[in-house]
């Protein structure tokens, strides 16, 4: 059974950095793709960024530039550097693993969320 826990949200000024990391319990990590994803109040979840095994990346177009996803793969752990925050960024981000288990579809493993407010 694989675990996500995400921590180090919080509140931060618009313009300010934030380095939440997600940690996965119980899987072999390296081999996985994780994302990070985000839900504002009212609107849909939504991806923020994501990480194959092999290191490639993706990002929404809202964030590109701004934000960083990587991994360690050492530490079980996928982080999403926030960079010049927006009001606009304010959700709770969700960290995802998506664990292959071929013939049959993939499944994903979703953390608990972590509460991102960008105020002044």
């Known amino acids: 059974q694989v675990q996500l826990v995400e921590s180090g949200g919080g509140l931060v000024q618009p313009g300010g950095p934030l380095r939440p990391p997600c940690a996965a319990l119980?899987?072999?990590?390296?081999?996985?793709?994780m994302g990070w994803y985000r839900q504002a109040p009212g609107k849909q979840r939504e991806l923020v960024a994501v990480?194959?095994?092999?290191?490639?990346?993706n990002y929404a177009d809202s964030v590109k530039g701004r934000f960083t996803i990587s991994r360690d793969n050492a530490k079980n752990t996928v982080y999403l550097q926030m960079n010049s925050l927006k009001p606009e960024d304010t959700a709770v981000y969700y960290c995802?693993?998506?664990?292959?288990?071929?013939?049959?579809?993939?499944?994903?493993?979703w953390g608990q969320g972590t509460q991102v407010t960008v105020s002044s």
């Open positions: 119980g899987s072999t990590f390296s081999l996985y793709a």
């Open positions: 995802k693993l998506t664990q292959p288990l071929p013939p049959l579809p993939p499944r994903d493993y």
């Open positions: 990480i194959t095994g092999g290191g490639t990346t």
